[in-house]
């Protein structure tokens, strides 16, 4: 069964550095969506993207990150300057349109120092 | 937006029992999912389930969505069964999933 693949499975990172996060999603899904989960908590929604532009974001997705299709199988997020609170679990997902499941990667374990 | 709700938020059984997990959401939905979170973060997606009833192995799940409700039924529990249950749904129009605060289930030997 195809698989959402994120790299790497751990990060770590000093405080106020860049950090870029790695998802190949299913290949011919159309939705692509990160969302993140601080250590104890629920899982919350950041972004989604389609059609090669942001379609929804979260108030957590505040202008220090972006997203981006650089080619035509990998969805990246950016963070430009990493706080500690930026510590966190996070996943990658795909889906196609409509109403149907969305498919979640293993996940990035980003830890702040 | 939506809220989802669930309960209970701790469960801890012995081997071989049952459960049932609840999920309350507040809204109409085209999406409600199961998932099971590992000892290593994973999310393991369980079913797609905004309406209906599904079965797999000793799982289960079943949604009222007139009723908005879904409950997810595990039978013959193993200790492999342990982790932290999210169900999370996604609003008619809406493209992100709403996740609930998880059940965190323990079985002991």
């Known amino acids: 069964e195809p698989e959402v693949t994120q790299t790497p499975s751990h990060q770590v990172t000093q405080m106020g550095q860049e950090v870029i996060l790695r998802c190949v999603p299913i290949?011919?899904?159309?939705?692509f969506y990160w969302y993140r989960q601080i250590l104890g908590q629920k899982v919350e929604f950041l972004v989604s993207?389609?059609?090669?532009?942001?379609?929804?974001k979260s108030e957590i997705f505040d202008d220090q990150f972006s997203v981006e299709r650089p080619d035509g199988s990998n969805f990246t997020l950016k963070i430009r300057s990493t706080k500690l609170e930026d510590s966190a679990m996070y996943f990658c997902?795909?889906?196609?349109?409509?109403?149907?499941?969305?498919?979640f990667g293993d996940g990035t374990r980003l830890s702040i120092l | 937006g939506i809220q989802v709700e669930q309960s209970p938020p701790d469960l801890i059984l012995q081997e071989g029992a049952n459960s049932t997990l609840r999920c309350n959401f507040s809204?109409?939905?085209?999406?409600l999912q199961w998932f099971h979170q590992n000892p290593w973060g994973q999310l393991i997606n369980l079913f797609y389930?905004?309406?209906g009833t599904k079965q797999n192995g000793r799982l289960s799940a079943t949604t009222v969505a007139t009723e908005r409700y879904s409950l997810l039924y595990i039978s013959s529990s193993q200790t492999t069964d342990s982790g932290v249950y999210f169900c999370?749904?996604?609003?008619?129009?809406?493209?992100?999933?709403?996740f609930g605060q998880g059940t965190r289930l323990t079985i002991n030997p």
């Open positions: 997902a795909s889906s196609f349109p409509g109403p149907t499941s969305q498919h």
């Open positions: 290949s011919n899904h159309l939705y």
């Open positions: 993207f389609y059609n090669n532009e942001i379609s929804e």
């Open positions: 809204d109409s939905v085209n999406n």
């Open positions: 389930i905004p309406s």
């Open positions: 999370a749904a996604l609003r008619q129009g809406a493209q992100k999933l709403v």
